[in-house]
């Protein structure tokens, strides 16, 4: 079983960036895919980005596309979300997930969970 632990959250002005890092733990990194999502104040989860076993195939939410980028390091057992034109919008608690099957989108969340990071964009 993977352990995930998240880290890079903060505050940062719209317009600015932030990187957010997992590290994962306990479990053959290559064999997952790994996802972001996020959970605003009052509003239900949901998926951000999320990237395949090699890194070759990635995924993003429309309202994050083309501002936001997730890769990985399997050497390093990490995963990345580069958050860059941020918008208030964006404030969320971000959490790192793992699951053993790639998909283009999930609805029903992943197999492992981080315990999630706070970004809020100030104006």
């Known amino acids: 079983q993977v352990q995930l632990v998240e880290s890079g959250g903060g505050l940062v002005q719209a317009g600015g960036s932030l990187r957010l890092s997992c590290a994962a733990s306990?479990?053959?990194?290559?064999?997952?895919?790994m996802g972001w999502f996020r959970q605003a104040p009052g509003k239900e989860r949901e998926f951000v980005a999320a990237i395949s076993w090699g890194g070759g195939s990635t995924n993003y939410a429309n309202s994050v596309k083309g501002r936001f980028t997730i890769r990985r390091d399997n050497a390093k057992n990490m995963v990345y979300l580069q958050m860059d034109s941020l918008k208030l919008e964006d404030t969320a608690v971000y959490y790192c997930?793992?699951?053993?099957?790639?998909?283009?989108?999930?609805?029903?969340?992943?197999?492992?969970w981080g315990k999630g990071t706070l970004v809020t964009v100030s104006s």
């Open positions: 997930a793992a699951d053993q099957v790639y998909r283009r989108d999930y609805p029903r969340g992943m197999d492992y």
């Open positions: 306990g479990g053959t990194f290559s064999s997952y895919a």
